[in-house]
């Protein structure tokens, strides 16, 4: 199971850092993605990080300000989100790749163990 954590209000220009923990097994083995989900809209991939060199991956309205990196030790991912505008705001989601080490492409249905997310609001 993943558990995503570190959302919350902030405002336009504001940064903030969501954390997708795992319990029950290594995230140090799997290719890990983070997907959004606006109201209305459909779930976006907006960036993924790779198991064997780390080789990362951003959708294009989130490159330059996104950052996603991984800590094997403490069985965690993270992304680093600055320079936030209301457009950001939705629901972080983090999933494990199960397509491979690699990363490859944002298909919902290539991602497993799901969590719960986590509600980013970007607003004055």
């Known amino acids: 199971q993943l558990v995503e954590s570190g959302g919350g209000l902030v405002q336009p220009g504001g940064s903030l850092r969501l954390s997708c923990a795992a319990s029950?097994?290594?995230?140090?083995?799997?290719?890990i993605g983070w997907f959004r989900q606006a109201p209305g809209k459909e779930r976006e991939g907006v960036s993924c990080?790779?198991?064997?060199?780390?080789?990362?991956d951003y959708t294009d309205s989130v490159k330059g300000r996104f950052t996603i990196s991984r800590d094997n030790a403490k069985n965690t991912v993270y992304l680093q989100m600055n320079s936030l505008s209301p457009e950001d705001t939705a629901l972080y989601y983090c999933?494990?790749?199960?397509?491979?080490?690699?990363?490859?492409?944002?298909?919902?249905?290539?991602?497993?163990?799901w969590g719960q997310g986590t509600q980013v609001t970007v607003s004055s």
């Open positions: 999933a494990v790749y199960a397509g491979g080490q690699y990363c490859s492409g944002y298909v919902p249905t290539e991602y497993r163990y």
């Open positions: 029950g097994f290594s995230l140090g083995y799997f290719a």
């Open positions: 990080i790779s198991t064997r060199d780390g080789t990362t």
